[in-house]
């Protein structure tokens, strides 16, 4: 698959989530995110620990990371993966500050236009894993730092993610096998 593609799948998945929530006739109740995020400490590379599965993400295998770095007032995102033949997948976008959310919320886009909310739900105080969702709870994604979270740490994440109104069998666990080294 062509980054292209993967980007236009990664767009037209955030962009379907949102059109579907905003036509869902039971509103999503208020979804709460984490009082501030310092961006400076957000930046560098996040190993995916869970997700719930989604059609932009389908073709990852393993070793789903995500890599955040400041230019100017956007976020370059690029998010990287292995197939399953070991081949890599590359996407690239940018991400933007939600006015007046304290950095706690973003806008995610990787064909622009089109936008996805990527909003930080918890976050540890080190930033060494967060909980990022959006408010219509179809996506969702537990990062590290490291490649792996303790299972009492992990509890705790899902007792998190179920207060902001996910249930713990939406995820599965994002199989990480080594770093990749930077592109």
Same mark, same amino acid.
């Given at each position: 698959?062509?980054?292209?593609?993967?980007?236009?799948?990664?767009?037209?998945?955030?962009?379907?989530?949102?059109?579907?929530?905003?036509?869902?006739?039971?509103?999503?109740?208020?979804?709460?995110?984490?009082?501030?995020?310092?961006?400076?400490?957000?930046?560098?590379?996040?190993?995916?620990?869970?997700?719930?599965?989604?059609?932009?993400?389908?073709?990852?295998?393993?070793?789903?990371?995500?890599?955040?770095?400041?230019?100017?007032?956007?976020?370059?995102?690029?998010?990287?993966? +292995?197939?399953?033949?070991? #081949?890599?997948?590359?996407? =690239?976008?940018?991400?933007?500050?939600?006015? &007046?959310?304290?950095?706690? @919320?973003?806008?995610?886009?990787?064909?622009?236009?089109?936008?996805?909310?990527?909003?930080?739900?918890?976050?540890?105080?080190?930033?060494?894993?967060?909980?990022?969702?959006?408010?219509?709870?179809?996506?969702?994604?537990?990062?590290?730092?490291?490649?792996?979270?303790?299972?009492?740490?992990?509890?705790?994440?899902?007792? +998190?993610?179920?207060?902001? #109104?996910?249930?713990?069998? =939406?995820?599965?666990?994002?199989?990480?096998? &080594?770093?990749?080294?930077? @592109?």
């Amino acid at each position: 698959m062509s980054l292209r593609r993967f980007a236009l799948l990664c767009t037209s998945a955030l962009l379907t989530a949102s059109l579907f929530s905003a036509c869902n006739t039971q509103p999503a109740a208020p979804m709460d995110v984490v009082a501030q995020v310092d961006l400076q400490r957000y930046l560098g590379r996040w190993y995916e620990i869970a997700l719930i599965p989604n059609r932009f993400q389908a073709m990852c295998a393993s070793d789903t990371q995500a890599e955040y770095q400041l230019k100017g007032e956007q976020i370059l995102v690029t998010n990287r993966c +292995k197939r399953a033949d070991q #081949g890599m997948e590359t996407a =690239q976008g940018v991400a933007e500050v939600v006015p &007046q959310s304290n950095n706690a @919320k973003l806008r995610v886009s990787f064909f622009r236009p089109f936008y996805g909310n990527y909003w930080i739900l918890a976050l540890d105080p080190d930033y060494q894993w967060v909980l990022v969702g959006e408010p219509g709870r179809q996506y969702g994604w537990v990062l590290s730092r490291t490649p792996q979270l303790s299972d009492a740490l992990m509890q705790n994440i899902w007792q +998190k993610a179920e207060q902001a #109104g996910y249930q713990r069998t =939406q995820f599965r666990t994002s199989l990480q096998t &080594q770093a990749m080294s930077p @592109k």
